[in-house]
């Protein structure tokens, strides 16, 4: 018995002594004070105000009765709402629902034209695949600058139907429902779906348009998040096509119409900051809203392959 006891507590696994003073982190810093560690929160420091200042001074000169864009402050020295009512005499908000009437139909139409084009490309098999891909790829390589006059002139008589969508919502929403990147996120993400699940599917009677919506879209909902925020920004920061596509200035949007308030000498800083700040709102809510599926659909495009 008494061997018994001993071998048993000689073949007990030894544990090693904890390391009390161990700081894992994501960074590698070390709990102790040096050099290092110093020049690490300097640089951080650093980084956040850079990014941190822009932010700062919208939010505080929206608000603050004597705006200055070339003063820093974290708090306005006359608070005030003077800024919006100022902001909202130049027909702020009818820009502002302009914006989110082209952002929204616009993403609509973007996501709805990636999901079946990916589809098609990740799923299917064709000839010519290659090119079309390619072809979808060429929207990213030409700017905006380049096709701008001949995006005007088709804009002004679409060919075949000649019908001049000038001075309308429609005129800029068509020409961003198509994005290489959304097509390109998706495709990628729906090629990596087992092919096993799909042949299961077929097997119950699956039809295609039951397969892409109840069984490959619940499946890339990491990716829709990626496309809905980039396309959302894309869309939302528009300049140049809403310049174009309008023929007065009621049918401009909250870019071009911040622009235009920018050289209007009756204008001050704080209304423009006060626009500036509208303009933010929609984009970070989207953000926040969508942030998860983003990080999970970057996470899951990085460890694939």
């Keep these: 018995m008494s061997l018994s006891h001993a071998t048993v507590r000689h073949t007990r696994p030894v544990r090693a002594p904890a390391d009390h003073g161990r700081f894992d982190t994501a960074l590698?810093?070390?709990?102790?004070?040096?050099?290092?560690?110093v020049l690490r929160v300097i640089l951080c420091a650093l980084a956040l105000f850079v990014f941190a200042a822009p932010f700062v001074t919208i939010l505080s000169g929206a608000f603050d009765a004597d705006a200055r864009t070339t003063s820093l402050s974290l708090f306005p020295g006359h608070a005030t709402l003077q800024n919006f009512e100022i902001a909202g005499s130049h027909n702020i908000?009818?820009?502002?629902?302009?914006?989110?009437?082209?952002?929204?139909?616009?993403?609509?139409?973007?996501?709805?034209?990636?999901?079946?084009?990916?589809?098609?490309?990740a799923r299917?098999?064709?000839?010519?695949?290659?090119?079309?891909?390619?072809?979808?790829l060429l929207t990213m390589m030409l700017p905006e600058e380049v096709i701008a006059v001949p995006l005007s002139l088709v804009i002004g008589d679409l060919p075949l139907l000649h019908v001049s969508l000038k001075g309308t919502l429609l005129g800029v929403m068509l020409p961003v429902g198509i994005w290489g990147f959304s097509i390109l996120v998706m495709?990628?993400?729906?090629?990596?779906?087992?092919?096993?699940?799909?042949?299961?599917?077929?097997l119950?009677?699956?039809?295609?348009?039951?397969?892409?919506?109840?069984?490959?879209?619940?499946?890339?909902?990491?990716?829709?998040?990626?496309?809905?925020?980039?396309?959302?920004?894309?869309?939302?920061?528009?300049?140049?096509?809403?310049?174009?596509?309008?023929?007065?200035?009621?049918?401009?949007?909250?870019?071009?119409?911040?622009?235009?308030?920018?050289?209007?000498p009756v204008?001050?800083?704080?209304?423009?900051?006060?626009?500036?700040?509208?303009?933010?709102?929609?984009?970070l809510t989207v953000y926040f809203c969508l942030q998860s599926s983003m990080i999970r659909g970057i996470a899951a495009g990085a460890t694939k392959g």
Aim: aromatic share 10%; hydrophobic share 55%; proline share 6%.
């Design 28 to 37: 590698g810093w070390s709990p102790r004070l040096g050099p290092a560690l």
């Design 187 to 202: 495709t990628e993400f729906m090629r990596e779906i087992p092919t096993e699940i799909e042949e299961a599917a077929r």
């Design 93 to 121: 908000w009818g820009y502002f629902l302009n914006s989110l009437v082209i952002a929204g139909g616009g993403l609509l139409l973007q996501m709805t034209v990636s999901v079946f084009a990916a589809y098609a490309l």
């Design 204 to 264: 119950d009677g699956v039809g295609e348009v039951r397969m892409l919506w109840q069984i490959v879209l619940p499946l890339c909902r990491p990716a829709l998040g990626v496309v809905g925020i980039f396309g959302f920004l894309m869309i939302w920061d528009q300049y140049l096509l809403p310049l174009i596509v309008a023929n007065d200035p009621g049918d401009y949007t909250l870019t071009v119409a911040l622009s235009v308030m920018r050289t209007d």
């Design 267 to 283: 204008v001050g800083p704080g209304a423009l900051l006060a626009g500036a700040l509208i303009a933010l709102v929609p984009s």
């Design 124 to 136: 299917r098999r064709f000839r010519g695949q290659a090119l079309v891909m390619s072809l979808f």
